[in-house]
């Protein structure tokens, strides 16, 4: 019948070391000057150098992603080449509901889980989500708690889920 889906809460906790950690430990390889991650190789291992792939999975895996470049809705730094706007939640849930809905392989899910992890990364320890967060000191911005965050979180997690259980040849 296929491997097992595995439990919601035990996939997202038993990546954290291996995905967050590392990240948070790779974002040492950025250029200062750039802002933009150092050169490495591209997704086919074929080009050494910046490539847009690379810049946006740092972006979207250890980041939130804002509404669009350069929003004023309590934008917080005028610096667009490093901060494009505030990390919102839900923008960055919706990049997620992406690659989950494109992800033809359990691989293609990692993408999603890391956007996931970003936004419980960033929830307040009471569980509160705000509309937005300070892009330097990670504090709510706007709204808090926003319903509509906390209601596509819940709606990406189930979508996550089903995905997981469908890839895994499990449709029930």
Not at 129 to 137: L, S
Request: net charge negative; charged share 20%; glycine share 6%.
């Amino acid at each position: 019948m296929g491997r097992q889906p595995i439990q919601l809460a035990e996939c997202v906790k038993r990546h954290y070391r291996g995905l967050v950690i590392r990240a948070a430990e790779w974002i040492c390889y950025v250029d200062e000057d750039t802002g933009l991650p150092r050169p490495s190789w591209d997704l086919w291992e074929e080009r050494y150098g910046v490539h847009s792939w690379t810049v946006a999975t740092v972006w979207a895996g250890v980041g939130g992603m804002a509404r669009y470049e350069n929003d004023s809705y309590h934008q917080i730094s005028v610096d667009t080449a490093r901060v494009p706007g505030n990390p919102w939640f839900i923008r960055t849930l919706w990049l997620a509901q992406w690659f989950i809905t494109t992800a033809t392989s359990e691989k293609d899910l990692q993408a999603a889980l890391e956007c996931i992890e970003w936004v419980a990364d960033h929830t307040l320890e009471s569980g509160v989500m705000a509309e937005q967060v300070h892009p330097y000191t990670n504090e709510p911005l706007s709204v808090s708690p926003l319903t509509w965050s906390h209601a596509t979180y819940v709606d990406t997690l189930l979508k996550y889920h089903k995905k997981d259980m469908e890839l895994a040849g499990d449709n029930h």
